[in-house]
Structures are given as C-alpha cells and as structure tokens.
C-alpha cells in the first residue's frame, strides 16, 4: 500500500524530531518533493532555514540527510530520530562528493 502524502509528512516529521517542520509538496511530474524547515534558525532576515529535495533520486533520504547534517552542526545535542542514520548520511555525501555511485 502506499503511504498518503500527510502521513509521509507525519513520519519524517517523527524522524526530524522537535525542530522539524516538514511540508510535502508535488511537483508538476507527479513526484514528492520533499521540505525540512527549522523551527528556530532562520536563514535570511524572516525565512526559516530549510532544505528543498524534489521526489527523483529519493527526495526523502535527501532531504533527511541535509536535515540531519544541520541538527549536528547548528544544534548538537538535540534528540531525533534522524540522528541515528548520521554514518549511512556521511557514506552517501561522501560518494557524491567522490562521484561513487
């Protein structure tokens, strides 16, 4: 069965743990596209920082992977879910960033 939009929403709301704002949005293809914004940081003036992953090449991990980068380095000590995928997170930038499939 798959899963509606509002409870893909609620789940990574549930990973993203207390700061998350999770929206999901679709595209004109058809796919999720996925949005994580903090609840305290901002990233200019009024906006809040957010990450932006759009459903091709799994717009969710993406998207989680970004959030979670970000929980560790603007807010260490913050309890999510999320947090305890950080090794695979760092495996896959680590392979985009070497051009490893």
Known sequence: MVATRSARERKAAA???PLARVSIDV????QFVYTVACATCRAKGHRAWSTYRAGQD?????????????LVEKH????APCLAF???????????REGTP
């Open 58 to 70: 799994n717009g969710y991990m993406a998207a989680m992977d970004r959030w979670t980068f970000h």
């Open 15 to 17: 990973q993203g743990g």
């Open 86 to 96: 950080l090794p695979e997170a760092q495996q896959r930038l680590h392979e985009r």
């Open 27 to 30: 595209d004109a293809d058809q």
């Open 76 to 79: 260490p000590g913050t309890e």
